[in-house]
């Protein structure tokens, strides 16, 4: 890997926001610090870092934090212009064409996917997949038009896009272990399906991506807690 900057990585290994930020770096080839962070004991250096929210991902590049997955993707890609992938397209059209897709996964699909697995009630949970059904047949329109038949949303090699929902794979892979359910089913989105396995495959992102085992316990003790939770509200 590049890069002799001093570049350091505020984590929490589960979190797909955190996940961006190494797809981009691991996509770069650039070195960095790893540290992960106890999000119920939050350090002094993170606290510092990110006043304004306190949370993970912060990318600290020569003192200077950086803070937001998206934000952060984009600053590794503009601060690193000449290592590795370019991620955002040069084409002004094409870029932005990238960041309102970026965007649309974080207002549309992750919101519905949440409601899917944490929704209150079964209407709620049933409307969280009529409204993830509708999320991902319009990505898999946009990976068609992005890529214009090639293998990724940014062409022949992994992009903006790409970066930011790859960021989701692990927990992709993770819900299809605990409800047996594909987001990405081959028989509704054939293109997002091949996707996946084949950004999932690449070299600079197989050995970033959490283990699904270890996410699949995540899942079930946060499960817990909500049900126990919701419990102690009932009583």
């Known amino acids: 890997m590049a890069g002799a900057e001093d570049l350091k990585l505020l984590g929490m290994w589960a979190s797909p926001f955190v996940l961006r930020a190494k797809l981009a770096l691991s996509l770069k080839g650039l070195n960095y610090e790893y540290v992960e962070e106890d999000l119920k004991n939050k350090s ?13 991902p912060v990318l600290i590049h020569n003192g200077k934090p950086v803070c937001e997955s998206t934000v952060i993707v984009q600053y590794i890609d503009e601060a690193f212009a000449g290592t590795g992938l370019s991620l955002l397209p040069s084409d002004p059209y094409e870029r932005a064409l990238a ?39 319009n990505l898999e329109g946009a990976l068609r038009e992005c890529s214009k038949g ?23 892979r993770a819900s299809e272990e605990l409800y047996g359910i594909n987001p990405f089913d081959p028989a509704k989105t054939p293109l997002l399906a091949a996707w996946a396995e084949r950004f999932g495959a690449l070299e600079a992102v197989d050995p970033v991506i959490p283990e699904v085992n270890k996410l699949v316990e995540v899942a079930k003790m946060m499960q817990a807690k909500l049900a126990a939770e919701a419990a102690g509200a009932s009583n």
């Open 44 to 56: 002094e250096l993170l606290l510092k870092s990110n006043p304004v929210h306190n949370k993970v």
């Open 99 to 137: 960041r309102f897709w970026a965007a649309y996964i974080d207002d549309k699909l992750l919101p519905s996917w949440t409601k899917t697995s944490r929704g209150s009630t079964e209407e709620e949970r049933a409307e969280g997949k009529e409204q993830s059904a509708v999320a991902v047949e």
């Open 150 to 172: 090639k293998p990724f949303f940014g062409g022949d090699n992994p992009g903006y896009v790409d970066v930011i929902l790859g960021g989701l794979l692990g927990w992709v």
